[in-house]
């Protein structure tokens, strides 16, 4: 584990397994890598963190904020000791006897194998860092600590706590006056040594490590303003983020600061590795869809799905994170672009997968209902102001073409030229997206039966191309290349 120096938040979570307080006050310091070197062996696997104690308070008397199952217990101007909790909501306060005890912690921490936290990298001297510790437990009992350099006020700390789920915690207002380091004495500003230290041991803890088990993951986004509480919620908005590279929930957030805005416009953020991250809270209101942000929870997947395929763990995490959503906002689902005119979630973004709810394809025998389709899909992708008339003339193939040349990375002209058809890509079985979109949308323009108009390349859009093909004296391979597109298109 690497040193932390001058570092802004340490976070942890896992399972709190025992906790242990030791009191020696003959010691001229605390030793904590021998601490951590004499118990290592006594729990396999577990993880240590090393805490701080002290007295500092006005007649010795230990003072803190801390709330118990969504009760403030106490809110103490000064919180120079650790405190903790029973089952029965009793507060434990100081050296007091341990069993039994739910929740302990103290002031200014440390982690196991001798790291200190010295949030005012220096190495020597005695300052007062004004540390925010809380920690918590939620329904599950996982428990999770956070240490933030950040200013924050207990009820914004509270306010995080419960956002995250905590449903049993502690928060301390830090000002200690001592500083930790390995091998050196540690003493208040009055110059009194402390030789105090609590074990919290943990199964499964992390640093900062992204969890992938369809948890939610916090990155302690600060927003540039406060946010507003939704007051009603009557749909659910998926989107994709539209850019290609890696891009963190971090990088989001300052993408969207960078634009005046509050922060990340999403309520979650689901990376391709599977991990789901928290945006903005649940329960206020977005930024993420232009005349809906007021009344709906805006879901984004990493990744662009106009050109890329979602992994299998994105898929995973999507369902849970939507299924969890939803078991509280049991409301429609739709893509970014039912709303507004934008590509957005992307024509490869498996939504009938991830939502369960599947597009009723028209029927295949009336050309007209699928010229339709075709047309609805051209206004609602591309904003192609077509009059819905099923009829495949000039102004429809028009903006097929133009369509195309969108999705090709050309110039989109409504002409299919020389560059056009340099440009083609070909489509077989297994090919999915909006070329395919276009090339089954087409097929029913010219009366070929593809067998659905779903962005997939199956077994009847092949049919329907070797039909085409043979009908006009092309090589009936079933594949869609440069003379087959160029003659659905001219």
């Not at 928290?278 to 929870?297: A, F, K, Q, V």
């Amino acid at each position: 584990m690497e040193h932390f120096r001058g570092c802004a938040k340490m976070n942890y979570t896992g399972i709190l397994k025992r906790a242990e307080l030791y009191d020696d006050h003959t010691a001229p310091y605390t030793n904590v890598q021998a601490v951590y070197n004499a118990n290592k062996g006594r729990f396999p696997n577990l993880y240590l963190i090393v805490t701080d104690a002290h007295w500092d308070a006005p007649g010795h008397k230990p003072c803190g904020n801390y709330k118990v199952a969504g009760k403030v217990l106490s809110r103490e101007w000064n919180s120079a000791l650790g405190f903790g909790w029973s089952g029965n909501d009793k507060p434990v306060m100081g050296w007091s006897d341990m069993s039994g005890v739910d929740n302990f912690l103290c002031t200014i921490p440390a982690i196991a194998g001798g790291i200190q936290q010295d949030v005012n990298n220096q190495t020597s001297g005695v300052k007062r860092p004004c540390l925010r510790t809380w920690w918590g437990f939620d329904g599950d009992r996982n428990c999770t600590i956070e240490v933030t350099t950040t200013n924050y006020t207990l009820d914004a700390i509270i306010d995080r706590m419960e956002a995250l789920g905590i449903v049993d915690g502690m928060v301390l207002d830090g000002s200690g006056s001592s500083q930790c380091y390995d091998g050196k004495t540690r003493q208040t500003g009055d110059g009194r040594t402390i030789c105090n230290y609590l074990l919290l041991w943990f199964e499964g803890s992390t640093k900062d490590k992204a969890k992938k088990d369809n948890k939610v993951n916090d990155a302690g986004l600060k927003f540039a303003y406060n946010l507003t509480k939704r007051t009603k919620t009557d749909m659910i908005i998926l989107h994709h983020v539209g850019e290609g590279g890696n891009w963190t929930v971090d990088q989001i957030h300052k993408a969207h600061l960078s634009k005046g805005w509050a922060g990340i416009a999403y309520h979650y953020y689901v990376r391709r590795d599977g991990t789901i991250w928290r945006g903005r809270p649940e329960y206020t209101i977005g930024g993420h869809t232009l005349n809906y942000n007021s009344t709906s929870i805006g879901i984004c997947a990493e990744g662009n799905f106009e050109h890329e395929i979602m992994t299998d763990a994105q898929k995973s995490a999507l369902k849970a994170l939507l299924a969890d959503v939803r078991s509280r906002y049991p409301v429609k689902v739709v893509g970014h672009r039912e709303l507004n005119a934008t590509v957005c979630p992307g024509a490869n973004y498996p939504f009938a997968e991830i939502t369960g709810i599947y597009p009723q394809r028209p029927s295949p025998t009336n050309p007209e209902d699928m010229v339709k389709t075709f047309q609805t899909w051209l206004n609602s992708r591309y904003g192609s102001g077509l009059v819905l008339d099923g009829i495949y003339g000039k102004k429809t193939k028009t903006a097929a073409v133009k369509a195309y040349q969108q999705h090709l990375g050309v110039k989109a002209d409504g002409v299919f030229g020389p560059i056009t058809k340099a440009a083609v890509r070909t489509m077989g079985m297994g090919s999915t997206g909006t070329g395919v979109y276009i090339l089954q949308g087409l097929l029913y323009c010219n009366g070929f039966n593809a067998n659905g108009f779903d962005g997939v390349f199956g077994v009847g859009t092949k049919s329907a191309v070797m039909q085409y093909q043979a009908r006009k004296g092309l090589l009936a391979d079933g594949l869609a290349g440069r003379n087959t597109i160029e003659k659905l298109m001219k």
